[in-house]
């Protein structure tokens, strides 16, 4: 009984706040990515035009997002039957969004960046009350003019 | 030193190719890190305790790789990448790799 009302209330929890949460990051993902729409990011390996390249770095950016314990539900429910997982979509969405506009403003000043790659790992998904989240870094060279 | 993931540098000639350079760090999280990722598995949200702790071991893969290219006498890196594998439970390896070369 006392094991049914503890999964309830962090059902709950997960439900309320993972979903606040996780709109207000999309919030700010919006601002940030009009903020910056000024810098293209290309997975070209060569520039838009390749005269008048002053200096070039190597920039990144990489963000760990963590599940709540009711995409982890609908996740273990959704195994039973087969099909999208659509909580799980939203969630690498996030991180990728994410990682891409934190390379963008380590890039400041640039004029694009070109040659991005992104790369996705999970955490600990192995261990049984292990940490459910995953790591997405985004890497490119920017080119300042 | 010159890193990129091109492979090329712009506006540079390459002289020389030293072959594959690479430096790699594994990487456990502590008790404290681990608790606290912990809470915020019921809650969602970014665990900013692991991306500090990733971008550190990168970091510290990137310097290794340099110290290995500047032993060769290298003055340039291309073609860099990075992979991560996850080896036991709460530990990762952070691998980069790249072609030193000398340039003009």
Known sequence: ?145 | MNITNLEYLPNKEIVEHYGVVSGSTVRAKHIGRDLMAGIKNVFGGELKGYTELLSEARDEAIDRMINQAQSMGANAILNVRFSTSSITAGASELYVYGTAVKVQ
């Open chain 1, 1 to 145: 009984m006392v094991d049914l009302i503890v999964f309830i209330v962090l059902l709950l929890l997960g439900f309320v706040i993972g979903n606040y949460l996780e709109k207000r990051h999309f919030k700010s993902i919006k601002e940030r990515e009009t903020e910056f729409i000024n810098l293209p990011t290309i997975m070209l390996k060569n520039p838009l035009r390749p005269e008048g390249i002053k200096s070039y770095d190597l920039v990144s950016g990489n963000v760990v997002i963590s599940i709540d314990y009711f995409k982890k539900f609908v996740a273990f429910l959704v195994n039973i039957f087969g099909g999208n997982i659509e909580a799980y979509e939203s969630l690498i969405d996030r991180a990728r969004r994410e990682a891409i506009l934190r390379m963008k403003a380590e890039a400041k000043g640039a004029s694009e960046i070109i040659n991005v790659r992104l790369e996705t790992s999970s955490i600990s998904q192995n261990t049984k009350n292990g940490i459910g989240a995953v790591e997405v870094l985004a890497y490119g060279t920017a080119i300042y003019r």
